[in-house]
């Protein structure tokens, strides 16, 4: 059953473009995250949110700016894109820091 | 930071075998959860075990904290069964994070 839900699946876009993904769970969740998941499948945490707050900054390209306007959602949005952002970008939430995080189904990202 | 290796890098087997995987950490894991990525991509939580044994259906998850390792079991694999299996671990604190290993590939043939 479907609980976090992200969009678009997919995207194709030229370098220096900027893309908006969106995600959102429907678990009451009160933590958010963003992963990148790169060529060679390697997961890395990106940002967390906990109750709208930033709690977790890993060190991510200025470019990149997470978004969110309720506990429920969680955006990021990636300004004047590049090659190297090419990648699987993964959002999941948790009830609580350190309990267990649910997962979207990713959002694909092509830079050409 | 946190490193976590994961053994073996992929695995093949015929269906009804066992399958064993492992996990190795650095540093003390407050929490450590195993995930399964199918073939398309969706990541799928298993089992969250950062001490002791646990068990649901076919999968047993053995951790042993003091020695930084994790394990686990596929008992009577399936065709279906075949996908990635990641490890992740958080060291805990305000700053609260997960960090994947990079997963061993299964392989179950029919």
């Known amino acids: 059953e479907t609980a976090v839900f992200q969009t678009p699946n997919y995207h194709v876009t030229q370098v220096g473009n900027e893309v908006s993904f969106n995600c959102k769970q429907t678990?009451?969740?009160?933590?958010m995250y963003w992963y990148k998941q790169d060529s060679k499948k390697l997961l890395k945490i990106m940002f967390s949110y906990n109750n709208k707050q930033l709690i977790v900054n890993e060190t991510v390209p200025r470019r990149f700016s997470p978004q969110s306007s309720d506990k429920a959602h969680l955006n990021l949005r990636i300004k004047s894109v590049e090659p190297e952002d090419s990648a699987v970008y993964l959002c999941a939430s948790s009830y609580v820091d350190q309990d267990t995080q649910y997962f979207g189904p990713g959002t694909r990202l092509l830079v050409l | 930071g946190q490193q976590v290796q994961q053994s073996p890098s992929s695995l093949v087997l015929q269906e009804g075998e066992n399958a064993e995987l492992q996990c190795n950490f650095s540093s003390t894991a407050t929490q450590l959860q195993w995930f399964y990525q199918s073939p398309g991509g969706s990541l799928v939580s298993l089992l969250s075990?950062?001490?002791g044994t646990k068990h649901t259906g076919r999968l047993t998850s053995t951790t042993v904290t003091k020695e930084r390792r994790s394990s686990l079991h596929i008992s009577s694999s399936q065709t279906t069964d075949s996908g990635t299996y990641l490890c992740?671990?958080?060291?805990?604190?305000?700053?609260?994070?997960?960090?994947f290993g990079k997963g061993t590939l299964l392989t179950v043939t029919p």
């Open positions: 075990n950062p001490s």
């Open positions: 678990l009451g969740h009160d933590t």
């Open positions: 992740a671990i958080a060291s805990g604190g305000s700053n609260y994070k997960l960090t």
